[in-house]
């Protein structure tokens, strides 16, 4: 399973847009890449998953660059409620043991 | 579609105490894991049930077990609680379709306390 590299924290503000960025140097042909998000005590929230160039959804967006090494996961416009802990994983998610969360961006928003 | 449900949200045991914690997974999911999340570790996977079977075990010792029924609810117990079992106990289910995009969808999680 490819390891993941995210800063630990991140601040922004109202309004900005946040991106934060996700290395994983040794991802395989067949993985996926996940982002989550984890507000306390509750469960991750999967937010949006990829495999290559661009995907969009209603909340985020996710770019990755041709050789799938990095992902960005995009926020557009957050606000106070976007303030969570947010989790990239990659792989081929066929089976659960084969996934594994590091250590996730803490992701403060101030107002 | 309702989500993944998990029973109780909160529970508080002491010490050699046993507990047993309560998932049902979102309808037409067959596959359901189990994980451990604490401040000092993280999200740490327990193990994971497929078709009332244990497909797949983390590395925690006999003391936590499981259990997938036939509608796939499942259930887990941990027996002879210790000061450190105390963490949120996160439920989640899957379609396991074995296809690559197989997402994983959480419950809200069983907060434990062991006193």
């Known amino acids: 399973l490819a390891k993941t590299t995210q800063p630990i924290s991140m601040d922004s503000y109202e309004g900005q847009e946040v991106n934060i960025t996700c290395s994983h140097n040794n991802i395989a042909t067949n993985d996926y890449i996940t982002w989550y998000q984890q507000f306390p005590s509750q469960g991750p929230r999967f937010i949006i998953q990829?495999?290559?160039t661009k995907v969009t959804n209603e909340v985020a967006s996710l770019f990755i660059p041709a050789d799938r090494k990095s992902s960005t996961l995009s926020l557009p416009r957050v606000s106070l409620s976007d303030t969570a802990v947010y989790y990239c994983?990659?792989?081929?998610?066929?089976?659960?043991?084969?996934?594994?969360f590091g250590s996730g961006t803490r992701l403060s928003i101030r107002p | 579609k309702a989500g993944v449900t998990q029973t109780p949200r909160y529970l508080i045991k002491t010490r050699g105490q046993q507990v047993t914690l309560s998932c049902s997974p979102i309808?037409?999911?067959?596959?359901v894991s189990w994980y451990q999340q604490t401040p000092g570790q993280g999200l740490q996977f327990l193990f994971e049930?497929?078709?009332?079977?244990?497909?797949n075990k983390g590395n925690f010792p006999g003391r936590f077990s499981g259990r997938q029924f036939s509608n796939s609810r499942s259930e887990m117990n941990v027996s002879t609680l210790e000061l450190g079992d105390s963490a949120l106990y996160l439920c989640?289910?899957?379609?396991?379709?074995?296809?690559?995009?197989?997402?994983?969808?959480f419950g809200p999680g069983t907060r434990l306390t062991v006193l």
């Open positions: 049930y497929f078709s009332e079977t244990q497909r």
């Open positions: 994983l990659v792989g081929a998610y066929s089976s659960a043991s084969k996934i594994i």
């Open positions: 989640a289910s899957s379609p396991d379709t074995g296809t690559y995009t197989d997402t994983q969808y």
């Open positions: 309808s037409g999911h067959r596959s």
């Open positions: 990829g495999y290559k």
